[in-house]
């Protein structure tokens, strides 16, 4: 069984999560009304997708 023969020291355990950090989501603008929204879905400001209008908006 492998057991750490010595402390592993933080720097050395931050360095190594250095690349574990979560992703900002990508946003695209939406064509309709230009609020940013997540791609491949329906705006929730205006509640269109690919042009037409498939929620109710909140106005």
Do not use: I, W
């Amino acid at each position: 069984m492998a057991v750490p023969k010595h402390k592993v020291s933080k720097s050395k355990r931050d360095k190594r999560r250095t690349h574990q950090k979560a992703a900002a989501p990508n946003l695209s603008k939406c064509p309709q009304c230009g609020e940013f929204k997540l791609p491949h879905r329906a705006c929730p400001e205006c509640g269109s997708y690919k042009g037409q209008n498939v929620t109710e908006s909140k106005e």
